[in-house]
């Protein structure tokens, strides 16, 4: 099936018409995007108290969130979706991340690649933000809570499987299928010490992706993704 026939693009609501989105999802995304902002401050701090002169923070989350929600929407049209589903997948995609200020500050930044036991710890950031969510949003029925809490939750997900919380094939919805790609690309483009002398580059990070990567993704999606992220490197979008 095209991915632009599927169903579970989210089109029964429109984020920026819809009284409750706008009155009461934006502000709890902005207020969430804030605190995230000053988490990575106090990440630089840290930095500056704990690691050698000349280490300093390259992958903030504040700018993370708003690159891959700015590439899951550009993906979105790209395929032929509606502007009103694009959007809606933007803002969906924006607090992601939010569950990481509620882990330890310190183990975000490391010169080593982090072991199995670091990446769980990290990877948990996907429970604690839909407890965030919950907490906050919790007396709210609407899709857009749906949405945003399929994709926080499910956002470190692969389609063979070996992802986080080990969901695979068509238990991902295809938002999920989609975000797991923008995420993961945004990862890998952001250089960091243990990545040694790993291309960055758009091309690069695509070829990665392409040759040592493909079992994780839905290659409808990826592909599409890639026409995408390459017009746009090219000058061409």
Request: aromatic share 10%; net charge negative.
């Amino acid at each position: 099936m095209s991915v632009i026939s599927n169903t579970d693009w989210p089109e029964s609501f429109d984020f920026e018409t819809d009284e409750t989105c706008q009155s009461v999802f934006k502000p709890f995304i902005e207020a969430q995007l804030n605190t995230l902002r000053e988490f990575d401050a106090k990440r630089e701090q840290w930095c500056r108290e704990n690691m050698p002169t000349g280490y300093y923070v390259t992958y903030k989350f504040y700018e993370h969130t708003h690159r891959v929600s700015e590439d899951l929407r550009k993906t979105a049209l790209h395929i032929g979706l509606p502007e009103k589903i694009a959007n809606n997948l933007y803002w969906a995609m924006l607090p992601h991340d939010i569950g990481k200020q509620l882990l330890p500050v310190n183990i975000w930044d490391l010169f080593e690649k982090p072991e199995d036991d670091i990446k769980r710890l990290r990877r948990s950031h996907t429970e604690l933000g839909v407890e965030i969510v919950k907490k906050q949003l919790g007396s709210y029925d609407h899709p857009f809570i749906a949405l945003l809490s399929d994709i926080m939750l499910n956002h470190h997900e692969q389609v063979d499987g070996q992802g986080y919380r080990g969901l695979s094939g068509d238990a991902l919805s295809t938002p999920v299928r989609l975000a797991s790609i923008v995420e993961s690309y945004d990862g890998w483009s952001i250089r960091r010490p243990h990545f040694g002398r790993r291309n960055t580059s758009p091309e690069g990070v695509i070829n990665r992706m392409r040759e040592e990567k493909s079992h994780m993704f839905d290659q409808e999606l990826f592909e599409a993704f890639v026409q995408m992220k390459l017009r746009e490197y090219k000058g061409e979008a």
